[in-house]
C-alpha cells in the first residue's frame, strides 16, 4: 500500500503574481487552494481594497484552467479598519497583470 502525502496546488507551484499589504496576506494559499478545489463558474468579491485576494482568486483561475468570471467590486472609501486607499487601483493595473484579462 502506498501512503502519499497530499500537497495541495499553492505548495506544488503557486508564486503570487501580485503582492501589496494586506490583511490577506497570509491566507493567500488558502484562497488559491479553495478556488482550485472548487472550481467555482462565478467569484464575487466585495470590498477589493487593494486587490490581493481579488487577483490571488483570478490567479488561481487561470493557472487552473477554471473557465469562470470573476468580479471584484469596491467603493474605495475604505472603513474604519482600512481607512481610504490613498489611491485608487486603476484598470491599468488589471490590464498589466500577467495572465489576468479584462473585459473593460
Not at 473557465?67 to 467590486?73: E, P, Q
Request: net charge negative; hydrophobic share 40%; glycine share 8%.
Amino acid at each position: 500500500m502506498e501512503t502519499g502525502i497530499y500537497f495541495p496546488p499553492s505548495i506544488q507551484r503557486f508564486e503570487p503574481k501580485r503582492v501589496v499589504f494586506s490583511t490577506w496576506i497570509d491566507h493567500i494559499c488558502f484562497a488559491y487552494d479553495l478556488v482550485a478545489a472548487v472550481r467555482p463558474k462565478l467569484i464575487v468579491e466585495l470590498g477589493v481594497y487593494n486587490g490581493l485576494s481579488f487577483f490571488t482568486f483570478c490567479q488561481s483561475m487561470v493557472e487552473n484552467d477554471i473557465d469562470g468570471v470573476a468580479y471584484g467590486i469596491d467603493c474605495w472609501e475604505g472603513d474604519e479598519r482600512t481607512r481610504r486607499l490613498p489611491t485608487i487601483p486603476s484598470m491599468k493595473t488589471v490590464r498589466n497583470t500577467p495572465g489576468i484579462t479584462t473585459g473593460v
